[in-house]
């Protein structure tokens, strides 16, 4: 069996999603299993060739369906879907919950809100909650309290395909909110000394940066830097996720290969190059204690550790085997982890950059242009500027995978990732190398931490405009409608397809079944040749058929739109014109840009027709103006 612990993986996963997703138990998959070995199996008498016959292309199947593979992925499956199971009961025992009295350990450190102090406590029993507390008390992490309070429940989508606060909070393990009435210091310290040691670490680097940063820059730095987010202006945090490049504020592959890169060369000369590969990975151990062991930090440090003891032991490094092992120890310490958007991103950007770069670099490598001057200029620049088009290579495969996810989550779409993913990498690595560097000096000598800081500072500041790239490029970014699963399932597919078989058709040396698939690909454009036209005039039908369709009366439709406090409804008549009324309002809080324009989307409504406004009290119409530029609507009427 080649790469077990990938098909363990697989397993895993197939377990988690049939548990998350599926009322049915998992006996059925494994039925299932077991009728496709059994007539892959089969014996049967061999006829006259056929291309579409099914019988000819089990033995494509025999491949991946073998005993040893099915009963791996059983097993793992099994398990995994019993503990999602077990977290889900777990989880509706505590949503019963009231009241709460009881003992914990502080383990974050403290965040402010509006009118209340919010932490993270682990419980005695060892679950973890939010603690809200508007009381005069200070508290820090390690410290072990008591606690009376009331327990509030997550809340879940209140709206259709709305965010759900409630399964965002099991990807953090976190079971709910306490509110506390009465708090309680027991005593200081009590907690995992490596941890709080590591915390002590995080808030003393966090303190030098604020003290040798501007207001402006340190934001960003801790931000690059340690994944810390909370000092950022919300309004630079939108530019960095409409121009595609939030990866660079929470800690990425790219972060870990320049911590690589710099403690390997800094070390190597003095301990040799094994040891400066241990070196590394101990660094990257106390880099995921320091940042608090995020998803995406994970990921990559994990990955960046194999990667330097395979050196070290003389072992060839396998990235497919990296991401199994990362993504299996990821989900057993957590299996919710597995609908985190952290993780379908990181690891979407992984894979997608590992089974597409090859390929974009060959087509863009392979681009013909006919005109003899404009090819001359196109080979010099492709010689001389390779990393640039490593760049263009690395950002598209990563985008390939990512974009059906981004469209899903945020119905965003552009070109703003090409061209501020380009410039970024003109900075970032100075940023990386240089914070690290920096935030070491400072503990020994803060005087020179401070003048790093000055420099360093430069580099973030071109960082800040390129970030507003997003919002100024024509068509860098703008807003679609939410697609559909199966379209994005077809899509996958395709591109998968698409990437195989131009491998196939520009790889030199081809295995046996690439080879066959190649000649099965000639031989059915053969046979369907004489077909063309009726083939043209069917699919001509069947476009005309949908078209008409499209056009019937349907159903009418009002729904009623969850806003907080106001109104607002949305009505689609029978001829799919659509009515708006009301909006909604809040002083602090954008409903119409978080809550309103989402939901239009995901009913997949990209144009109001008529908007209207029932009376003109603040939480009905603040954001009419804002919808009506938004929409484009072609009319509107106030009441």
């Known amino acids: 069996m080649n790469r077990p612990i990938l098909i363990v993986v697989i397993g895993y ?49 025999k491949l991946i369906f073998k005993i040893n593979t099915i009963l791996v992925v059983v097993i793992s499956s099994f398990i995994s879907n019993s503990i999602i199971k077990y977290q889900e009961s777990k989880y509706d025992k505590i949503y019963q919950l009231t009241e709460v009295n009881t003992t914990g350990i502080i383990v974050s450190n403290k965040e402010e809100k509006e009118y209340k102090n919010r932490y993270k406590i682990k419980l005695e029993n060892g679950i973890n909650f939010y603690l809200d507390t508007e009381l005069d008390i200070e508290l820090h992490y390690g410290d072990k309290v008591k606690i009376a309070g009331e327990y509030q429940e997550p809340q879940e989508a209140r709206n259709y395909k709305g965010f759900d606060y409630k399964q965002y909070l099991k990807t953090l393990k976190i079971y709910g909110t306490i509110k506390a009435e009465n708090v309680k210091l027991l005593e200081k310290n009590a907690y995992n000394p490596i941890l709080q040691g590591a915390n002590n670490i995080f808030l003393k680097i966090k303190e030098n940066i604020e003290n040798t940063y501007n207001e402006q820059t340190q934001g960003l730095m801790l931000g690059i830097l340690l994944g810390y987010t909370k000092n950022i202006d919300e309004e630079i945090k939108e530019n960095f996720s409409e121009s595609n490049i939030s990866h660079v504020l929470s800690v990425s ?9 710099l403690v390997t060369n800094s070390t190597k000369n003095i301990f040799g190059k094994r040891s400066s590969k241990i070196i590394s990975s101990v660094v990257l151990v106390l880099y995921m204690f320091i940042t608090g062991f995020s998803v995406s930090v994970v990921r990559a440090c994990i990955m960046g550790i194999i990667s330097c003891m395979s ?34 991103l990181t690891y979407g950007g992984t894979i997608g950059i590992l089974f597409f770069k090859n390929n974009i670099e060959k087509f863009l490598k392979n681009i013909k242009i006919r005109n003899r001057k404009w090819k001359y200029i196109f080979i010099k620049i492709q010689r001389k500027c390779q990393p640039i088009i490593d760049c263009i290579s690395v950002s598209i495969s990563a ?85 559909y ?36 690909i000639h031989v059915f454009k053969f046979k369907i040749k004489p077909y063309k036209k009726k083939i043209l005039y069917i699919l001509v039908f069947c476009i005309f058929i949908l078209f008409v369709l499209s056009k019937l009366p349907k159903d009418l439709k009002i729904y009623f739109i969850d806003v907080g406090q106001g109104d607002s ?37 990209s144009q109001i027709d008529y908007l ?26 106030y009441n």
């Not at 592959?253 to 890169?261: E, K, L, N, Q, W």
């Not at 085997?321 to 379908?344: D, E, G, W």
């Not at 077809?490 to 190649?518: G, P, S």
């Open 13 to 61: 996963i197939i377990g988690i999603l049939w548990g998350l997703y599926l009322q049915t138990s998992i006996v059925l998959l494994y039925i299932f299993l077991a009728i496709i070995y059994i007539i892959i199996n089969f014996k049967y008498k061999k006829k006259k060739f056929k291309i579409l016959s099914i019988k000819r292309h089990f033995r494509y199947l």
């Open 253 to 261: 592959g790219m972060h870990v290969s320049y911590i690589i890169f």
């Open 311 to 344: 050196f070290v032991l003389y072992r060839k490094n396998n990235t497919i085997n990296n991401i199994a092992i990362s993504i299996l120890i990821i989900l057993i310490s957590n299996p919710f982890n597995m609908i985190s958007l952290s993780f379908l």
């Open 399 to 483: 985008q390939i995978v990512i974009a059906p996810i981004i469209l899903w989550n945020f119905n965003t779409i552009g070109i703003s990732f090409l061209i501020c993913n380009l410039l970024l990498n003109l900075v970032v690595g100075i940023i990386v190398m240089g914070g690290l560097i920096q935030a070491i000096i400072t503990f020994i000598n803060f005087k020179i931490g401070h003048l790093i800081a000055y420099f360093l500072q430069i580099p973030i500041y071109i960082l800040i405009p390129i970030s507003k790239l997003g919002t100024k490029i024509p068509f860098g970014n703008f807003k679609v409608v939410t697609p």
């Open 485 to 520: 699963l199966i379209q994005i399932i077809i899509y996958y597919f395709l591109i998968i397809l698409i990437n195989y078989l131009y491998k196939i058709f520009h790889k030199r040396t081809l295995t046996i079944t690439e080879n066959r698939i190649k000649n099965l």
């Open 569 to 605: 409804t949305l009505i689609v008549t029978p001829k799919e014109k659509v009515i708006l009324i009301d909006g909604g309002g809040n002083q602090t809080y954008d409903v119409g840009k978080n809550t309103l324009l989402p939901y239009l989307l995901d009913r997949k409504i």
């Open 612 to 637: 209207m406004v029932s009376h003109f009290d603040f939480d009905h119409c603040r954001n009419i103006e804002l919808y009506n530029e938004r929409n484009k609507s072609k009319k509107c009427y």
